[in-house]
Nanobody
Framework: QVQVADSGGGLVQSGGSLRLSCTAS????????MGWYRQAPGRQREFIAR???????IYADSIKGRFTISRDIIGNAAHLQMDNLETDDTADYYC???????????????WGQGTRVTVSV
């Protein structure tokens, strides 16, 4: 009924930039929050950033000041601009969206398939 798709990963040198996108489609009533987690090899999944419909953003300390999250309300999308990337940012990045589907009253988390970001020295 609802799909969430990640895009925008790739290989970049340390200090470079990438922009991730997350797009939701299907029987969407309301999207309340969109955001990203990441998981590096051998490490637990960690929260990166989230943004509400009203534009209020929350960031993890590890990326604060380097990453910027934004919403495209009309396009049911969010974007994560990642600047000044470091080798420690290498991970699989997963976007998610809290969505109330049409006809429902409660939101549910929907996840993208993930996109790999590799930062080289």
């Amino acid at each position: 009924q609802v799909q969430v798709a990640d895009s925008g990963g790739g290989l970049v040198q340390s200090g470079g930039s990438l922009r991730l996108s997350c797009t939701a489609s299907g029987r969407i009533g309301v999207i309340t929050v969109m955001g990203w987690y990441r998981q590096a090899p051998g490490r637990q999944r960690e929260f990166i950033a989230r943004v509400s419909t009203g534009g209020h953003a929350i960031y993890a300390d590890s990326i604060k000041g380097r990453f910027t999250i934004s919403r495209d309300i009309i396009g049911n999308a969010a974007h994560l601009q990642m600047d000044n990337l470091e080798t420690d940012d290498t991970a699989d990045y997963y976007c998610y969206a809290k969505i109330v589907i049409k006809g429902a009253v409660q939101s549910k988390d929907y996840w993208g398939q993930g996109t790999r970001v590799t930062v080289s020295v």
